[in-house]
């Protein structure tokens, strides 16, 4: 059987000159990314670091006051959140197969806590991470080892036969936050099962945690709103390139009537928007905070981004919940 380019270029490399994992992740994204002209705005940055081999990311981190922060529940929360996708080899990549093999050469297990340890450095406090073994190994390895403090808001997957195991692993192992997985909200409602999002919630708070609800549909927290689930915060995406979103202004026209803290995500459309331009509509359309997915070297100018941006929309027409 004839193999792929990539995959026989690795293979040659492997035989001969045992490329490095640099090398191995540059020459990923050249052949599978079509000679960059393929690349999303979320990929270019990688490659472009990869051919920069003297450059730091500790040295990014940048000046200026500390990050704004907001409230959900009696939770201090830096309004940027640091996301995980990227850390468990996800990036929506559509047809690109190549991708999550490559974030996973790449966000090995000591790049993950280097990650984390820099967005506490810069300011961030809060990360929204995967509630599976291999990220509770990480968080366990990055509080013994770093002496790292960043709060855990967990993605959960409740199970329509099984509400609360995967809950229970977040509760037990030092989550301060969960909400249920957005693709598990829009399918509970999908399905006709919305009440079990209310009951994800109920047990979310009688164990002490901040809950809330994550979603791609805005149906939703409509459902939510109108049945009284009373989340403390919604997970909710927003993009103007249609990625698992809805039109912005019909959010934000929603979401003006809602109290409670929102969280945005997915504000790039994965990789489809220039970082500015989607941490800026989101902050504008009323989003409290913001779930971003970031490489390391990305992490710094994330921090200038959301400090300059929010502090642009003190005003806006959806008041601040947080």
């Known amino acids: 059987m004839l193999l792929p380019l990539a995959a026989w270029w690795g293979y040659v490399e492997t035989m001969t000159n045992r490329p490095s994992r640099r090398q191995f992740m540059e020459r990923s994204l050249l052949v599978s990314g079509g000679l960059t002209a393929g690349l999303a705005f979320e990929h270019r940055p990688l490659l472009a670091y990869l051919r920069n081999e003297t450059r730091t990311p500790q040295a990014g981190l940048p000046a200026g006051g500390p990050l704004q922060m907001g409230k959900i529940g009696n939770l201090s929360v830096s309004r940027l959140i640091c996301g995980g996708n990227l850390f468990s080899g996800f990036a929506h990549s559509g047809d690109l197969l190549y991708v999550s093999s490559l974030l996973k050469h790449y966000f090995a297990p000591e790049k993950i806590l280097d990650t ?11 990360a929204i991470l995967r509630t599976d073994d291999h990220m509770v190994g990480i968080l366990k390895r990055y509080r013994k080892e770093r002496g790292g403090r960043i709060q855990w808001i967990a993605q959960t997957y409740p199970k329509v036969d099984n509400l609360r195991e995967n809950i229970r692993i977040a509760i037990d192992n030092g989550a301060v936050g969960a909400y249920i997985m957005g693709g598990i909200g829009d399918t509970f409602l999908k399905e006709g099962r919305t009440e079990l999002i209310g009951e ?8 002490g945690l901040v809950a809330g609800i994550g979603s791609h549909s805005l149906d939703v927290p409509k459902a939510s709103e109108k049945l009284g689930f009373e989340p403390d915060f919604y997970v909710k995406t927003l993009n103007s390139v249609g990625y698992e979103s809805q039109d912005p202004a019909e959010i934000a026209a929603f979401m003006k009537t809602v109290q409670k803290p929102w969280i945005a995500f997915k504000v790039l459309g994965a990789g489809r928007m220039k970082p500015g331009e989607g941490l800026d509509l989101a902050f504008r359309t009323g989003a409290d905070f913001v779930n971003v997915g970031m490489y390391d070297f990305q992490v710094g100018e994330d921090i200038s981004l959301v400090r300059e941006i929010v502090a642009a929309h003190a005003r806006r027409e959806r008041p601040w919940r947080a």
Not at 116 to 126: A, D, F, M, S, V
């Open 116 to 126: 984390l340890e820099l967005c506490e450095k810069g300011g961030i406090n809060t």
């Open 200 to 207: 994800v919630v109920s047990f979310i708070k009688r164990n």
